[in-house]
């Protein structure tokens, strides 16, 4: 009587955690150094973030959310970044072909947090919202290292110009130190990995 009770609840199981991987969202690990200092401050020790797809459903993506994404460069990776401006805002780049760029309709402009050792919107220009995964809003692990992640633009990176229509609720320009070093070298992105299945690198 037992092993047909176990059948039927991992047959109801299985499709309820599917659905909350899908819809609701999921732990992941952070590696590398992009995002630092707000995602692994400390190399020896590893942050591992919720990631909440919920979040971007309706791809309502915040000026200074951190949000998961698949890279550009290799669809196959997912990649963690800081949205610093969304579609019309006019972002002054840091080492981009074009010296300022206008986010067009649909996109949005990321960057690591340390600049300079970060493959972002500077190195593959802005990105569609379209390959926006999730968003990370909190830090779970390690205890020590609990906490929100408030949605911030470093002062250095707010857009000079905002768009006709800035997302409500956005929260540019508070405080958060950005690592200014304009190096391109040694781009050490940060990456998530998913801790059951699925792998992000940049």
Known sequence: MRFPTFIKSLLLGVPVGVTLL???????????ISMQPALNP?????????L???????????RGDIISLVSPKDP??????????????VISTLGYKLPYVTVPEGHCWVEGDHTGNSLDSNIF???SLGLVTARATQIVWPPSRWQQLPSTVPKTRIPIAI??????????GQSHTANTSSSNSNCNASSLMHPVKESITQ
Do not use: H
Not at 52 to 62: G, K, L, T
């Open 22 to 32: 899908d819809c609701v969202g999921y732990v992941a690990r952070v590696e590398g």
């Open 125 to 127: 220009g802005p990105v």
């Open 42 to 50: 400390d190399a020896a020790v590893t942050d591992y973030v919720f």
């Open 52 to 62: 909440s797809r919920w979040a971007v459903r309706n791809m309502d993506v915040q």
């Open 163 to 172: 768009g006709k229509r800035p997302a409500a609720g956005s929260n540019v």
């Open 76 to 89: 196959s990776q997912k990649i963690i970044k800081r949205v610093v401006a969304l579609q019309g805002d």
